[in-house]
C-alpha cells in the first residue's frame, strides 16, 4: 500500500519535472524569437538614437541628444502624419459607424456573408489594392471627371494629401468596423427599446443609451487604424508620389537612402513615444468610461 | 431627462395615429439610407479590386486606359524572368514563414496554459507589441539588429574558416526575410490558438486521462484535432500576410531576394504598366484561391468528424 502510494508520487514528481522542462520546450522558439527580434532590436534602435553616423552610413557609438534635437527641428513630417492619422481615423469613422449599426442591428439573415465579404479585401494584397487607386483617382478616373465638372483641366488628387487620405481610409477601414460591429452586436437591444418605450426620440436614445455603450469600440478601432497609419509608409509614397512626407517616409529615406542610422532612431523612437501617449489615453478612457457607466446605470 | 416628445406607436386612437405614420416614414427612410450607405461602403471597398483584375485583361500598352480585351499581359508577366524569380521568392518565403510561424506559436499556446501568471503576462505583453507597434518600425528595428549582429558574427566567422573566399557568411536574403516575418505572425497564430483553446471542452482530455491515455496520445486524439481549424486558419493568414508584406521585407532583403511585393512596388514607383496589373491580378486569384482551399479544408475536416460521430451513434445505439 506504502509502497504503491510512494511510486506513484515519485512518478508523478517525475512527470511534473518532464512536464515543466517540456514546458519551456515549448515556449522557447516563440520566447527565442520576440527576445532577438523585439526587444533586443527595439532596445538597439533606443540605443543608436544617441549615437552618431558613421561616416560611411550606419552607426558610430557616442552620446549626443543631436538626433532628438533634429527631430524636433524639424517635426514637419510628425505634424503631417499627426494630422493625416487623424482625419483619416475621424473619417473612417464616420463611414464604419453606420455599417457596423447597419450590419448588427438591421442585415437579417445576409449578415454572415456580409461579414465575411468585408474580410475578403483584408485578406489580399495590401499594396495591390492601393495602387489600383492608381488608376482609380488618375487624370483619366475621377481626378478628370472631377476637373471636367469644376472647369480645371489640371485638376489632380494623386499627389496631395487628399490622394493620400483617399488610400489611408480604404486600406483601415475594416479596422474600424470589426470592433464597431463587435460592440454594437452584443450590445443588449432590450435597453433601447426600454428607452423608447420610456418616450426618449431616436437621438435622445442613440445618445443616452447606444453611445456610451459603443464608446468602447469606437476607441479600439479608433486606435486600431490610427497607429498604422501613424507609421503608413506605402500609401504616401504610392498615391502621394512621395509629396506628402509622413514618418514612414522620412525612415525609409534615413535607413534605406541617407544611411543615418541614429537620425533614423532619434524618429522611430518618437513614433513609439507618441504610440504609448495615445495607448495611455485609451486605456485611461476605457477606464473613466466604465465609470461614467457605472455611476448612469445607478 | 427630457418629456416624451413623440406618443408611444402603441398608443392607439385619432391623437396617435398620425405622429406613429410619421415615425415609420422617417423610419423607413433612415433604413433606405443605412442600405445605401452599405451599399457605397462594399462598392469602395472591392472597386480596387474589380478595376484592378479588369485592367489585368485590358489590350492597350496604356495601363490606365481600356480598350479591347486581352491576355497577352498574363503571356508577358508570366514570360518575364524577373517576375517568376520574384515569384519563386515569394513562395520560400510565406512557405517557411508559415510553416515556422505556425509551429512556434502553436507551441506557445500550448505551454501559455502551464506556465505561471507572470510568466503569461509578460508573453502576452510582447504578443500585443509585436502586433501594435507600427510594421515600419519593426523593419527598421530588425534591419539595425541584423546588419549589428552581422558585424560582430562575420569576422569570427572568417577567422574560424580562415578567410577563404567560399567562406560562409551571414548576409541579408531569404533567412532573414523569413525570420523577420516569423515575428508578427507567430503572435498571430499564438492569438488565435489561445482563443479555440480557451473555448475548448476540457472534459474529453479529462476523460483521455482517466481511460490512461499518454500525454502525447491525449494531444493527438483529443487536443489536435479540435485545434486545428485555429491552425489551418493561422498557417494560411500567416502564408499570405508574409506574401503580401512589402515593408518589412524591404527592409531585410539582400541582393536576390526581391519577392513579388518588391517588384510590383518597383513598377510602380515608375507608373502603372498592363503587366503590372496582370501580375496583381494573380496575386489576387492566388489569395483568394487560397482562402477558398482554406475555408474547404475546415468545411472537409468537419463533415468528417461529423460523419465519425454519427458512425459513433450508430455503433453505440445499435
Request: glycine share 12%; no cysteine.
Given at each position: 500500500m506504502t509502497a504503491t502510494a510512494a511510486t506513484a508520487a515519485t512518478r508523478r514528481g517525475e512527470r511534473g519535472w518532464k512536464s515543466a522542462f517540456f514546458t519551456w520546450v515549448l515556449l522557447f522558439p516563440a520566447a527565442l524569437w520576440y527576445f532577438l527580434l523585439l526587444v533586443a532590436p527595439l532596445f538597439i534602435v533606443v540605443v543608436f538614437s544617441f549615437g552618431e553616423k558613421a561616416r560611411n552610413g550606419g552607426y558610430a557609438?557616442?552620446?549626443t541628444f543631436d538626433n532628438y534635437g533634429q527631430v524636433l527641428e524639424r517635426a514637419e513630417p510628425f505634424f503631417a502624419s499627426l494630422r493625416l492619422a487623424s482625419s483619416g481615423t475621424l473619417l473612417t469613422l464616420l463611414v464604419a459607424l453606420p455599417l457596423a449599426y447597419f450590419l448588427a442591428t438591421r442585415a437579417g439573415r445576409h449578415k454572415g456573408v456580409l461579414v465575411l465579404l468585408l474580410v475578403v479585401p483584408f485578406w489580399t494584397s495590401f499594396l495591390i489594392r492601393?495602387?489600383?487607386?492608381?488608376?482609380?483617382?488618375?487624370?483619366?478616373?475621377?481626378?478628370?471627371?472631377?476637373?471636367?465638372?469644376?472647369?480645371?483641366?489640371?485638376?489632380?488628387?494623386?499627389?496631395?494629401?487628399?490622394?493620400?487620405?483617399?488610400?489611408?481610409?480604404?486600406?483601415?477601414?475594416?479596422?474600424?468596423?470589426?470592433?464597431?460591429?463587435?460592440?454594437?452586436?452584443?450590445?443588449?437591444?432590450?435597453?433601447?427599446?426600454?428607452?423608447?418605450?420610456l418616450g426618449a426620440g431616436r437621438w435622445a436614445t442613440f445618445r443616452q443609451i447606444t453611445l456610451p455603450i459603443i464608446l468602447p469600440g469606437v476607441i479600439t478601432g479608433s486606435i486600431l487604424v490610427f497607429i498604422p497609419m501613424m507609421g503608413e509608409y506605402v500609401i504616401p509614397a504610392i498615391l502621394g508620389y512621395g509629396r506628402t512626407f509622413l514618418i514612414g517616409n522620412a525612415l525609409v529615406l534615413d535607413f534605406l537612402e541617407a544611411r543615418h542610422w541614429p537620425a533614423g532612431s532619434a524618429k522611430a523612437v518618437g513614433l513609439i513615444a507618441l504610440m504609448l501617449v495615445t495607448i495611455t489615453f485609451y486605456l485611461w478612457f476605457l477606464n473613466r468610461g466604465r465609470k461614467v457607466r457605472d455611476v448612469s446605470v445607478l | 431627462m427630457s418629456a416624451p416628445a413623440i406618443p408611444a406607436p402603441t398608443a392607439a386612437g385619432h391623437v396617435g395615429r398620425p405622429a406613429a405614420r410619421r415615425g415609420e416614414r422617417i423610419g423607413?427612410?433612415?433604413?433606405?439610407?443605412?442600405?445605401?450607405?452599405?451599399?457605397?461602403?462594399?462598392?469602395?471597398l472591392y472597386l480596387p479590386i474589380v478595376v484592378i483584375?479588369?485592367?489585368?485583361?485590358?489590350?492597350?500598352?496604356?495601363?490606365?486606359?481600356?480598350?479591347?480585351f486581352s491576355t497577352e499581359w498574363f503571356g508577358v508577366a508570366l514570360d518575364n524572368r524577373v517576375v517568376q524569380r520574384a515569384l519563386q521568392n515569394s513562395l520560400i518565403v510565406?512557405?517557411?514563414?508559415?510553416?515556422l510561424a505556425t509551429l512556434f506559436g502553436t507551441m506557445a499556446a500550448l505551454a501559455l496554459q502551464r506556465v505561471g501568471k507572470r510568466t503569461r503576462l509578460l508573453f502576452d505583453a510582447l504578443t500585443y507589441i509585436s502586433i501594435i507597434v507600427p510594421e515600419i518600425v519593426i523593419a527598421l528595428a530588425t534591419l539595425v539588429f541584423f546588419a549589428s549582429a552581422f558585424d560582430i558574427l562575420n569576422p569570427i566567422l572568417l577567422d574560424v574558416q580562415g578567410g577563404g573566399a567560399g567562406a560562409f557568411?551571414?548576409?541579408?536574403?531569404?533567412?532573414?526575410?523569413?525570420?523577420?516575418?516569423i515575428l508578427f505572425n507567430t503572435s498571430l497564430v499564438l492569438l488565435l490558438v489561445r482563443a479555440r483553446l480557451s473555448g475548448m471542452d476540457r472534459t474529453m482530455v479529462e476523460a483521455s486521462y482517466d481511460l490512461f491515455a499518454t500525454p502525447w496520445r491525449t494531444f493527438r486524439q483529443i487536443t489536435f484535432p479540435q485545434l486545428l481549424p485555429a491552425i489551418v486558419a493561422g498557417f494560411l493568414l500567416a502564408f499570405t500576410f508574409s506574401f503580401d508584406d512589402y515593408v518589412i521585407t524591404s527592409f531585410v532583403s539582400g541582393p536576390g531576394s526581391s519577392t513579388l511585393p518588391l517588384f510590383v512596388f518597383g513598377q510602380v514607383k515608375r507608373g502603372v504598366s498592363p503587366e503590372t496589373n496582370a501580375v496583381a491580378a494573380m496575386i489576387f486569384g492566388f489569395t483568394i484561391a487560397m482562402l477558398l482551399v482554406g475555408q474547404l479544408a475546415l468545411i472537409w475536416q468537419a463533415r468528417r468528424r461529423g460523419a465519425r460521430d454519427s458512425m459513433a451513434k450508430l455503433i453505440s445505439e445499435g
Open positions: 557609438p557616442a552620446f492601393a495602387y489600383s487607386w492608381l488608376i482609380i483617382l488618375g487624370p483619366r478616373g475621377a481626378a478628370g471627371v472631377v476637373g471636367d465638372a469644376i472647369g480645371d483641366p489640371a485638376f489632380r488628387i494623386l499627389g496631395t494629401e487628399v490622394g493620400v487620405l483617399v488610400g489611408m481610409t480604404y486600406g483601415y477601414l475594416p479596422l474600424m468596423i470589426f470592433p464597431l460591429y463587435v460592440t454594437l452586436e452584443r450590445m443588449d437591444r432590450t435597453l433601447v427599446e426600454a428607452s423608447k418605450d | 423607413g427612410l433612415i433604413e433606405g439610407a443605412f442600405r445605401a450607405h452599405a451599399i457605397l461602403v462594399y462598392a469602395f483584375i479588369v485592367f489585368a485583361f485590358n489590350g492597350n500598352r496604356l495601363a490606365t486606359i481600356w480598350t479591347e510565406a512557405f517557411f514563414n508559415a510553416a557568411t551571414f548576409g541579408f536574403g531569404h533567412a532573414t526575410i523569413i525570420a523577420a516575418h
